[in-house]
């Protein structure tokens, strides 16, 4: 369990390297649809036995100067939902003493089976602000296999470097109503892991 949370805890600006052929450990191939955009498979972990990552990019991104990304986070392992959303929510009210942007927001589905966590993440080097990270964690506990239960993270993260961070900021307001609202409307892909 406290692994679990270590791994939940971990700040996930991703600057991993993309591959040509990534292993696809989830069932979930891609391309995968959001915001009109469609994201390929990109990058494949297994860090641990029990968390899997995917991530997911539009053609022509990569991972360590991307604008927009798709990821499936998977904890194979029973935790509850609102122990992982209370463990992000205690990581970015840590944040924000060191980082001026950080900022976030918890929404609760009505049936009280799902949350999204919306947060803002910035990165400066000396006074100046080099970038920025709008995120939408999707939380919600499914079952894999043998009735087994398991926690799904589905995100999107939207960055901006250097001088477009003005005009990120600009949209933000708007872009954040409009991505919330495809998040809330979005299926979450269905994962498939192998028997342990």
């Known amino acids: 369990m406290k692994t ?3 791994a939940l805890s971990t700040l996930l600006f991703s600057f991993t390297t993309i591959s040509d052929n990534p292993v ?3 069932g979930v191939k891609g391309p995968l649809e959001f915001n009109k ?3 390929k498979l990109a990058w494949t972990d297994k860090p641990n036995d029990n968390y899997y990552i995917q991530e997911y990019l539009p053609d022509g991104e990569k991972p360590e100067s991307f604008n927009q990304m798709l990821t499936i986070h998977l904890f194979d392992t ?3 939902t609102e122990n992982a959303v209370g463990q992000k ?3 970015l009210t840590a944040r924000k003493k060191t980082d001026a942007v950080c900022n976030y927001q918890v929404t609760e589905s009505p049936d009280g089976k799902e949350f999204i966590v919306d947060f803002l993440l910035g990165e400066s080097k000396g006074d100046k602000m080099t970038i920025v990270e709008f995120n939408f964690y ?3 506990q499914i079952e894999v296999s043998k009735k087994k239960k398991a926690l799904v993270v589905y995100a999107y993260s939207r960055r901006s470097y250097g001088d477009d961070i003005t005009t990120f900021f ?3 307001k708007d ?3 409009n991505y919330l609202n495809q998040m809330i409307s979005a299926d979450i892909p269905t994962v498939t892991i192998e028997s342990k």
Do not use: G
Request: glycine share 0%.
């Open 175 to 177: 872009d954040r109503t």
């Open 4 to 6: 679990t949370l270590i």
């Open 24 to 26: 696809d450990r989830l």
């Open 89 to 91: 929510v205690k990581e």
């Open 78 to 80: 029973d935790i509850k």
């Open 138 to 140: 999707r939380y919600k």
């Open 170 to 172: 600009k949209t933000l």
């Open 37 to 39: 955009i469609n994201f």
